[in-house]
């Protein structure tokens, strides 16, 4: 369970805490609470897990957002069986092909990509500082995205 | 909790706006939803956020050639990265050069762009020969300058020599000139 919900959680945290370190926290709190209800059998549903995972994260990202811990009584029992959660536990990057693959976008494309994810800034804002509209960025920003992933894969060559 | 294969799974759109927070509430509520019970969307989601981390970390070691804005430059200098910045005026002419401490390279191009539709960049030697051309290139909103981040690494590897740098308007007839900038470059004392 552990290694299935791990990932998706600590991206839920990446996108609302902008933080590997949090994100990290989170997972690991997020976690203890699951296990903690199954061996307590509060969820006898196993369909229902996701939407308790959910309910979870949301609650201990407020905590997180608040700066609170409240996490210390659940480590104290259960963090010897629980592997921790790296900073790195992303997928690896080809950084040199990335490098490449983005030589290959057209000029626009590497522009609102850069724009867009060194700030992580939505298309309304990327579409105010290039004078474009905001749908015109995210038809941008999705065909850029698109052909680097295929480029990343080896789909399309990077030279 | 599905298995690895997804019945219904989420676009790249839905995925990126997802990510970005473009998506309207009601929408984004699903998809959360959706990922925190699909490992196949939310493998695809977590390679998504790698690749974007990724232009990111690029960008920041100044190995991204891209024409940006003013404004993100200005975003870079407040995270603490140390940007050589060379503004220039049209016909205007600069001696450069690039510091082991700096971290980007930065040219900001003035010209009145306004009411031209597609611009291209094209560097050229000193004696004017085309080397490398950036077609069509986005325009800040108030279209007075181009700000171009060229790859520092790029640079650092140049011998000291002059290279040109044009904007045109393509059109049937060939290129319009709108203005040109001369870069005299230098290899630092440091390197």
């Known amino acids: 369970?552990?290694?299935?919900?791990?990932?998706?959680?600590?991206?839920?945290?990446?996108?609302?805490?902008?933080?590997?370190?949090?994100?990290?926290?989170?997972?690991?709190?997020?976690?203890?609470?699951?296990?903690?209800?199954l061996r307590g059998g509060k969820i006898r549903e196993p369909e229902r897990l996701a939407s308790f995972v959910l309910g979870?994260?949301?609650?201990?990202?407020?905590?997180?957002k608040r700066g609170s811990r409240r996490r210390a009584r659940?480590?104290?029992?259960?963090?010897?069986?629980?592997?921790?959660?790296?900073?790195?536990?992303?997928?690896?990057?080809?950084?040199?092909?990335?490098?490449?693959?983005?030589?290959?976008?057209?000029?626009?494309?590497?522009?609102?990509l850069v724009?867009?994810?060194?700030?992580?800034?939505?298309?309304?804002?990327?579409?105010?500082?290039?004078?474009?509209t905001a749908a015109n960025v995210r038809v941008i920003r999705h065909r850029a995205l698109a052909r680097l992933r295929l480029c990343m894969t080896g789909e399309e060559p990077a030279s | 909790m599905s298995a690895s294969a997804c019945a219904e799974p989420l676009d790249l759109s839905?995925?990126?706006?997802?990510?970005?927070?473009?998506?309207?509430?009601?929408?984004?509520?699903?998809?959360?939803?959706?990922?925190?019970?699909?490992?196949?969307?939310?493998?695809?989601?977590?390679?998504?956020?790698?690749?974007?981390?990724?232009?990111?970390?690029?960008a920041?070691?100044?190995?991204?050639?891209?024409?940006?804005t003013?404004?993100?430059?200005?975003?870079l200098i407040d995270e603490g990265l140390r940007v050589r910045e060379y503004r220039l005026a049209p016909g205007g002419s600069v001696e450069c050069t690039v510091t082991p401490s700096d971290d980007l390279v930065a040219a900001r191009l003035a010209a009145d762009l306004r009411g031209v539709p597609h611009v291209d960049l094209v560097k050229c030697d000193a004696e004017g020969r085309e080397k490398n051309r950036l077609k069509d290139i986005p325009l800040s909103a108030s279209a007075q300058e181009v700000v171009f981040l060229e790859r520092i690494d790029h640079i650092r590897a140049l011998p000291a020599c002059v290279q040109?740098?044009?904007?045109?308007?393509?059109?049937?007839?060939?290129?319009?000139?709108?203005?040109?900038?001369?870069?005299?470059?230098?290899?630092?004392?440091?390197?």
Request: hydrophobic share 40%; with cysteine; glycine share 8%.
């Open chain 1, 1 to 37: 369970m552990y290694s299935r919900l791990a990932p998706r959680v600590r991206l839920y945290g990446l996108r609302h805490l902008r933080d590997e370190q949090s994100a990290a926290d989170l997972t690991q709190q997020v976690l203890l609470m699951t296990i903690e209800r």
């Open chain 2, 14 to 58: 839905v995925l990126i706006d997802h990510w970005l927070g473009d998506l309207a509430p009601d929408e984004d509520e699903r998809a959360e939803e959706h990922l925190l019970g699909c490992a196949a969307c939310s493998k695809r989601m977590g390679d998504l956020v790698a690749l974007t981390g990724g232009v990111r970390s690029l």
């Open chain 1, 56 to 64: 979870m994260s949301r609650m201990v990202v407020l905590d997180l």
């Open chain 1, 115 to 132: 724009l867009t994810f060194h700030s992580e800034r939505t298309a309304f804002e990327v579409a105010q500082e290039l004078g474009l």
């Open chain 2, 60 to 68: 920041n070691l100044g190995v991204v050639r891209a024409v940006v």
């Open chain 2, 70 to 75: 003013g404004a993100f430059l200005e975003r």
């Open chain 1, 74 to 112: 659940a480590l104290e029992q259960f963090a010897d069986d629980l592997p921790r959660v790296g900073l790195a536990d992303g997928p690896r990057l080809d950084t040199e092909r990335l490098t490449a693959c983005l030589e290959r976008l057209g000029e626009r494309e590497r522009s609102v």
């Open chain 2, 164 to 191: 040109r740098v044009r904007l045109v308007a393509p059109d049937a007839g060939g290129d319009r000139l709108l203005a040109e900038y001369t870069f005299v470059h230098t290899r630092s004392s440091h390197d």
